[in-house]
């Protein structure tokens, strides 16, 4: 089946720096990707909507500055949290339709785990 | 947006029994649900889905009932097995193509 892959996994970074993180789609194009964050025993809360080739859709209360994403291409979403804080430590998780999923159901990717020390 | 809920946070269950978790949600445009199942440390896997215009879905060992008067979802797993045991959660469409998702539910599986 279709696979969204992110990198890296799991990633360590100390306060006020960046982290880029890349959600890809193999083996099939999406002109539309979501990333998600979730905290330790809680749910996904989606932050934006990814569109290739133009801005990404942030959901309220998202900071746009904070977490920058670009959709260069039909298969490469990345979000970078910039000037990172203990508090942006969390699980990241990217999601595409991917061909053949059901019509409103997609695919979600393996997720980064990002701890900011 | 406004919020999906789940009634129990955690669900012990014994191995060959069935399941039923559930899914509370308040807005009333949604049209179409996903239960979703997430092992530890992975991304949620797709289990099944309905649309609103249905009130039940079959699949393999999985049924998902849909209750449009009081806004309640329910995900049965037939015969539970210890692979079962992950966090479950429901998920509403309900503007353009966002998901958004519910508190979760983790099920034990008790061999």
């Known amino acids: 089946g279709a696979v969204v892959s992110q990198h890296p996994s799991w990633v360590i970074c100390k306060s006020g720096t960046s982290v880029k993180i890349e959600c890809r789609s193999l083996d099939f194009q999406a002109t539309t990707m979501f990333w998600y964050r979730q905290f330790p025993k809680q749910s996904l809360m989606l932050m934006a909507t990814s569109n290739e080739g133009s801005k990404a859709t942030y959901e309220q209360g998202v900071e746009k500055d904070k977490f920058l994403i670009n959709h260069a291409s039909l298969t490469l979403s990345t979000l970078t949290v910039t000037s990172a804080h203990p508090e942006d430590s969390s699980f990241y998780i990217c999601?595409?339709?991917?061909?053949?999923?059901?019509?409103?159901?997609?695919?979600f990717g393996s997720g980064t785990r990002l701890t900011v020390v | 947006g406004e919020s999906v809920g789940l009634h129990l946070p955690t669900l012990s269950v014994q191995e060959g029994d069935n399941s039923i978790i559930n899914c509370a949600y308040s807005n009333s445009a949604s049209d179409y649900f996903i239960w979703y199942k997430q092992e530890s440390g992975k991304g949620p896997q797709f289990i099944i889905d309905i649309r609103s215009n249905m009130d039940k879905r079959q699949g393999q060992r999985v049924t998902v009932l849909l209750n449009k008067t009081v806004k309640h979802l329910s995900l049965q797993i037939a015969a539970t097995q210890p692979g079962d045991s992950a966090v479950y959660f429901c998920?509403?469409?309900?503007?353009?193509?966002?998901?958004?998702f519910g508190t979760g539910t983790s099920l034990t599986v008790i061999p």
């Open positions: 999601s595409a339709r991917a061909p053949g999923d059901r019509v409103y159901g997609y695919t």
């Open positions: 998920a509403e469409k309900y503007t353009g193509n966002q998901f958004y």
